[in-house]
């Protein structure tokens, strides 16, 4: 992941080919598969309005919002080989 994160100062073949090992990893590795799950939670979560009152913890988990984060926390937990 640090080799992807700061390109700027790499040009030419050595920006060239830190791209195709970006390609290569990406193709290859399950853990962007768990950072593209954790980003597209983040961005619903963010669109999500809560409310203030008493029943928080129930009207939380009674959204459709919570329903996509179980199933998307369990692909997570299947691909990282968890329970």
């Not at 090992?21 to 954790?38: P, Q």
């Amino acid at each position: 992941m640090r080799t992807f994160e700061d390109l700027s100062e790499k040009q030419g073949h050595k920006l060239i080919a830190t791209l195709h090992d970006f390609e290569e990893s990406y193709s290859s590795e399950s853990e962007w598969d768990v950072y593209e799950a954790i980003a597209e939670m983040i961005e619903e979560a963010e669109d999500v309005q809560l409310p203030d009152d008493v029943g928080f913890r129930n009207r939380v988990r009674d959204l459709p919002e919570f329903e996509t984060y179980e199933q998307r926390r369990s692909k997570i937990e299947t691909t990282l080989g968890g329970q």
